[in-house]
């Protein structure tokens, strides 16, 4: 078995919410949850990202996150940041149709929380994951970032959290390949 190293996993709520529900995705969202707990991994969260669980997340998530806080697995976030400033005036310079702009604006206190710890995001948005994906050419910062969908079977999040969630090139924002 690998050797098991303590990461800061920032979740967004679309996570949170999906994992009150009864299908098998939310299965592997709550079994994905309850073994970050158990391998002692942390949960991040900043101002931002806590005001989106409070609208957002399920009773289960709810639950968990009190665990997490009880056993003292709760990272917080740096605020104020110089790659919190660098990502915020590279997003700032891009040009981006609006529907985007809006789009990223929502996760970017998610994106800028990950970069300012170990760059592991856990969401269910795939549709945000791609709109920063292809901001990576443009903002080398998230070329960092580890984003994984905890309810997608082909994923394999829990098998990841279990080797140690290491920072593998497939699950990167940015691919070398991908730009070939």
């Known amino acids: 078995m690998a050797r098991k190293f303590t990461r800061r996993l920032v979740v967004d709520a679309s996570a949170a919410f999906r994992a009150g529900e009864r299908t098998a995705d939310a299965n592997r969202i709550r079994d994905f949850l309850v073994e970050t707990r158990r391998i ?3 949960v991040v969260m900043s101002p931002a990202i806590l005001g989106e669980w409070d609208q957002h997340a399920s009773p289960f998530a709810r639950g ?3 665990l997490m806080r009880s056993l003292g ?26 529907k985007a702009r809006e789009r ?24 945000a994951r791609g709109l920063f994906q292809a901001a990576t050419p443009q903002i080398k910062g998230l070329r960092r970032i580890v984003w994984v969908n905890p309810a997608a079977e082909s994923e394999d999040a829990l098998g990841w959290l279990r080797a140690g969630a290491r920072a593998d090139r497939k699950r990167r924002l940015w691919r070398a390949s991908a730009t070939r």
Do not use: I
């Open 40 to 42: 002692c991994h942390r």
């Open 73 to 98: 697995k709760e990272a917080l976030a740096p605020l104020d940041t110089a790659e919190s400033r660098s990502l915020g005036s590279a997003f700032a310079a891009m040009s981006l149709p609006d």
């Open 64 to 66: 968990w996150l009190t």
């Open 104 to 127: 990223m604006a929502k996760d970017l206190p998610l994106v800028d929380a990950a970069l300012n710890t170990d760059g592991l995001m856990v969401s269910c948005d795939d549709e």
